[in-house]
């Protein structure tokens, strides 16, 4: 399996960060056998799919409904008409800052599959649960309510452990822990969907710098990264999706 890094631009981003972005890009995409996936804010999806024929986009939220009197949300199918392949859902800080539920990440999932979108589902602790000992539990717990029945029907769908504390903090958990919830999450998808769930890919996510790339996506059960902060810095971003393609390339090479 290709590791995949995706870049979570946040509320960041300008024309400007296009054209850097997607000169940077070109100069090494044929020689990157990772899957890059970049998640811009809505208004420069199309901009960004235009800039980088090839390159995956995706979106950052989507509403569970078609369309409607929902103002200011985007639906999935707006996101997939614009050039998005992919959809972020139930990010840490869509959670916190717009109380959205286990239920409503599950809801949007749907939407965005019927939508042709790949969703990538975030799940993570905050530091009160680590502290306390309840990462695990918390983590499970909402990884089971977010998922529907069907997520592992056709492949495609993703999840992003990202810790909550550690998110643009500049601290991670260390490799033991790191690969411990991994483990627990393949587990927990094993357990849920079967074989099936052997497939699906475990990005994680929080303080993810071209200093600790190599040694997070190392690790068992880690698919990839979800990047934040140093996805907006063109050379940070690919740093680490060169740290990617070494580990992809090692294990190439331990498999054969």
Sequence with gaps: MRQIIIGNWKMNGSPALVDEMARAIYACAASLPCDLVLCPPATLIAPLAQALPGIAIGGQDCHEREAGAHTGDIAAGMLRAAGA?????????RRADHGESDAMVRAKIGA???AGLTPIVCVGEDEAARRAGDAEAVVIRQLTASLPEDFAANGLGMVAYEPIWAIGSGRIPSATEIAAMHGAIRAAL??????AGAAIAILYGGSVKPGNAAAVLALPE???ALVGGASLVPADFLAIAGA???EALGRTAVAG
């Excluded at 392949?85 to 800080?93: C, N, Q, R, T």
């Excluded at 094993?190 to 074989?195: C, T």
């Design 244 to 246: 990617a393609t070494a």
């Design 222 to 224: 880690v698919g990839g």
């Design 112 to 114: 965005a599959r019927a």
């Design 190 to 195: 094993r357990a849920r969907f079967g074989e």
């Design 85 to 93: 392949s992919h959809v972020i859902l139930g990010h840490s800080e």
